[in-house]
């Protein structure tokens, strides 16, 4: 397993944040030499960009599942998991959940990646909700949009490393 980070050395490299998607591409093209069997990304690609497609041969050619960052939106105005982008979409809820689903995170719309990302590539939420102070203490495994319960980006990870059914 191996963690690689955007550091400051990183920003030197490559230049002011956010990078061209195309970065992330030619990473994901590298770092398949390696054959990982997970690549996992705690970056969200909502928007559109013009370099989505080379984002996109990148997750291909590299072989190894790759996983985007999802979002509640807090504010409501985003998709809701019966919407058109949402079933085209690699999203897939947790089959069986037992328990209070009251105490989940929860929303009843989220952001997705944008695209044929969204298609290509599994999805893990990656929010952390505040706690009445306003600090992140805990990373929930799970969270609510509507009704459905869906992965957050850790426990996606190890569903695709081994290779787990929601």
């Known amino acids: 397993m191996a963690l690689i980070g955007i550091d400051e050395v990183s920003l030197r490299e490559f230049g002011r944040w956010p990078w061209n998607r195309e970065v992330h591409g030619d990473f994901l093209q590298l770092i398949g030499r390696v054959k990982p069997s997970v690549v996992a990304w ?23 599942s790759v996983i985007l960052g999802a979002m509640r939106s ?12 949402a079933k085209r979409s690699r999203l897939e809820p947790l089959k069986r959940v037992d328990g209070d689903r009251t105490r989940m995170p ?19 939420f990656v929010d952390t909700p505040p706690g009445p102070d306003g600090v992140r203490r805990a990373a929930p495994l799970v969270v609510r949009i509507g009704e459905e319960v869906y992965p957050t980006l850790s426990l996606r990870s190890l569903m695709e490393y081994w290779r787990a059914k929601p």
């Open 106 to 124: 929860s929303s009843p719309t989220m952001m997705l990646p944008s695209g044929t990302l969204s298609q290509i590539a599994a999805m893990g």
């Open 42 to 64: 705690d970056i969200l690609f909502i928007e559109s960009a013009p370099e989505d497609a080379h984002l996109a041969k990148g997750m291909i050619s590299g072989g190894a």
């Open 74 to 85: 807090e504010e409501g105005d985003g998709i809701k998991p019966a919407d058109e982008a």
